[in-house]
């Protein structure tokens, strides 16, 4: 028998949306590590973003999972 293969999932990115393979693990939340750190240290900037975009009445490119997390749970 050979080396293993390692399986590769489909994953999207928590920060930009962008869909991305992972080999071997389904536990990643961020397709880089630029994402990763983006995604630590942008929230404020990212959430400002969004909001000048609604306040203009367009849609957000895409918005960050934490935000929408928040905007849809129950208060
Ligand atoms: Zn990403």
Redesign the pocket.
């Known amino acids: 028998m050979g080396k293993t293969n390692k399986k590769a999932y489909i994953l999207q990115?928590?920060?930009?949306?962008?869909k991305?393979k992972s080999l071997g693990t389904k536990n990643r939340k961020?397709?880089?590590h630029?994402?990763y750190i983006r995604d630590r240290l942008w929230r404020e900037e990212d959430a400002v973003k969004n909001v000048k975009m609604i306040l203009k009445r367009e849609k957000p490119k895409y918005i960050q999972k934490w935000l929408k997390n928040l905007l849809l749970s129950k208060v």
């Open positions: 990115c928590e920060y930009c949306g962008k991305y961020y397709c880089s630029d994402c």
